[in-house]
């Protein structure tokens, strides 16, 4: 009866750790595919705004924060889509002869995380070339960009910002 009750706890605790293996692949391939579907959704919004027919930031949610990272002039936390796209996006766009171009180097998704490196080029309203390597960290929510931070070349970004007067809206 020992030998019986001994083989039956085994059986039991092999049983719950198959359990437990096919409930962690599942979860793996959940956050893969979760993973996967953010780091597709973040390429289509470069690939649309390399293309002129979008950008990324179609994916900020309305309350999405934007932190500029170091001492740039536009350095700071933007609390909500618009106060960002008004404060830097806007006012940088109209800084623009024609516009920034991006060019991916390499997405990277990890969780609820991409992870977008690139650079960017255009030409500023003053004829000359404004260029700058970016590296955007985006914390993803229901397909919608919830809280992104961004580095760059702020020394760059100055010269541009100073450099190039605001076009003034129609």
Known sequence: MGSRSGWSAAAGLAIAGVQLMISDAALAQSVQGMEDHNRALVAKGFEAWANGTGSPYDLLAEDASWTIT???MASRT????????SEVIRPFNSRMQSRLIPSVRKLYAEGNTVIAFFDAQGTARDGKPYANTYAWILEMKDSKIVR???FFDSIAFDDFWKRVPEKPAP
Do not use: D, L, R
């Open 70 to 72: 170091g001492n740039s």
């Open 78 to 85: 933007y609390p909500t889509k618009e106060a960002f796209m």
């Open 148 to 150: 992104a931070t961004a």
